[in-house]
């Protein structure tokens, strides 16, 4: 395999923040290895489709999925710990599957103005289990969108059209919601964004990502009390609970400060918890975790079962009032289909247990991590949240290693495991919360094997 030149410089970093990328050199041997069938494949895909960083063009080509397999037309059988974050409960879970086929014979389609009862059964549901005291919702077919409604009743509540968030962030690829988002990948070329989007460096990073002193010390929440000070008229703080790929928390009382800062400065806090909702950090929300209640909260790409696009909003009632404003209307907002679906994925969690499951399982993945660390001292940082997983690689001089980390990928994908590098050099795991101890020990035993390959440790 070639080797690719040496990347760790910010612009670079700055470009790998949300994944791996698919223009390396590493990504283009893995893509000689694929057979015949699988070539024809995906040079048709790349024919047909726009060409795009982290996806097309495509690594191999899925037949089927289930649980926490991918069974791949080169790789055959893959372990997805990465799966675009829709994957809480597994693919085609078999409870989800029928729900959903059962709804396919009694109403597939609600049109605007007119409602149906799985849609007004999922509200009720989401809201009894709400942080949020006095909850609404709205539901959107996806979690851009969710955030752009978001938006838009911290617009309409507010009267501002400000908002603060952070560096490193991801809320959606639209052109709103990379306003606010905090990846370069997503903002590079796309200019002029929306005004009035200010940004603030995020509360926690890995220690290979810090910078000088100076810079570090504005990730304290005085920071944010000053910057809303002296720019007056803040809508809206956007956040998300912590960085998932990272898996990183905030400072201990971070959001209690942010909280108080926002109540002070009559601006709302929004939460975006798109890629962890239900389940993932052990708790229904991330919020929990933390002890604080955001004012609006947007979760997605798990509430559809990983099965059918969907997000929501959850915010307090005294939010509503753009009742003669469309905020969204989206074809499929109250949808019967997935309604019946996200329903079923919290009929799930409740029925077996997978909150409580993935702390556990979390508590002994990070175990398993940790002693992985004093094998290969080259790991740097180890981080879990539930069964948000993330190890750090590091070169000698403590920077960020972005060649192993690619490289490792690679071997643990020729061995059946796939997952996702962040910030260039981060492993971050994410395996379906129904996961079993067994495949666990599987992907943890195989990751062993990958990074002692590297570093030439048998």
């Known amino acids: 395999m070639k080797k690719s030149p040496r990347i760790n410089t910010p612009a670079r970093l700055d470009a790998r923040a949300e994944g791996d990328i698919n223009t390396t050199p590493g990504r283009q041997d893995r893509q000689t290895l694929v057979n015949l069938e699988t070539r024809d494949l995906l040079d048709q895909d790349a024919r047909f489709f726009f060409h795009q960083s982290l996806s097309t063009p495509c690594l191999d080509v899925v037949n089927h999925a289930s649980g926490v397999f991918l069974d791949c037309l080169s790789a ?14 597994g693919y085609a879970h078999p409870h989800i599957v029928a729900a959903m086929k059962n709804q396919l014979d009694r109403l597939v389609f609600c049109p605007r103005r007119f409602t149906c009862r799985p849609a007004i059964e999922l509200a009720r549901e989401l809201v009894k289990r709400s942080p949020i005291p006095h909850s609404k919702i709205l539901l959107a077919p996806g979690g851009a969108e969710a955030m752009g409604m978001a938006m838009k009743i911290a617009r309409h509540a507010t009267g501002r059209y400000k908002t603060i968030s952070f560096w490193d962030s991801f809320h959606g690829a639209g052109l709103d919601t990379c306003s606010i988002g905090g990846e370069r990948l997503f903002r590079d070329g796309m200019h002029p964004l929306l005004p009035g989007c200010l940004h603030a460096p995020p509360p926690a990073v890995p220690p290979s990502h810090r910078e000088i002193p100076s810079l570090e010390a504005m990730r304290d929440p005085g920071y ?18 912590f960085r998932y790929s990272f898996a990183l928390d905030p400072p201990t009382g971070y959001w209690q400060q942010v909280r108080s800062i926002c109540d002070k400065h009559g601006a709302l806090l929004v939460f975006d918890e798109i890629p962890v909702c239900l389940g993932r950090t052990g708790h229904w929300f991330a919020c929990e975790r933390y002890s604080v209640v955001p004012d609006i909260l947007v979760i997605g790409k798990g509430l559809g079962g990983g099965i059918f696009p969907l997000a929501a909003i959850l915010a307090h009632s005294g939010l509503d009032t753009a009742r003669d404003l469309a905020l969204g209307h989206y074809t499929h907002e109250k949808t019967p289909l997935g309604s019946a679906t996200a329903l079923a994925v919290l009929e799930v969690i409740e029925t077996e247990g997978l909150l409580g499951k993935t702390r556990d399982q979390g508590n002994r993945a990070l175990a398993a991590l940790e002693r992985l660390k004093l094998k290969y001292p080259r790991m740097g940082s180890v981080t879990g949240i539930g069964l948000q997983l993330a190890i750090e690689l590091v070169d000698h001089q403590g920077l960020p290693d972005v060649e192993t980390a690619e490289r490792v990928l690679y071997h643990c994908l020729s061995l059946g495991l796939s997952f996702k590098v962040a910030g260039g050099n981060i492993l971050s795991l994410a395996p379906p919360l129904t996961i079993t101890g067994e495949a666990l020990d599987q992907a943890l035993e195989i990751l062993d094997f990958a990074l002692g390959r590297e570093y030439g440790i048998k």
């Open 76 to 89: 055959g059988r893959v372990m997805d710990f990465h799966g675009n974050s829709v994957h809480q409960v």
């Open 224 to 241: 944010l009390d000053y910057l809303m000070r002296k720019e007056g008229d803040i809508g809206a703080v956007i956040a998300e609970p």
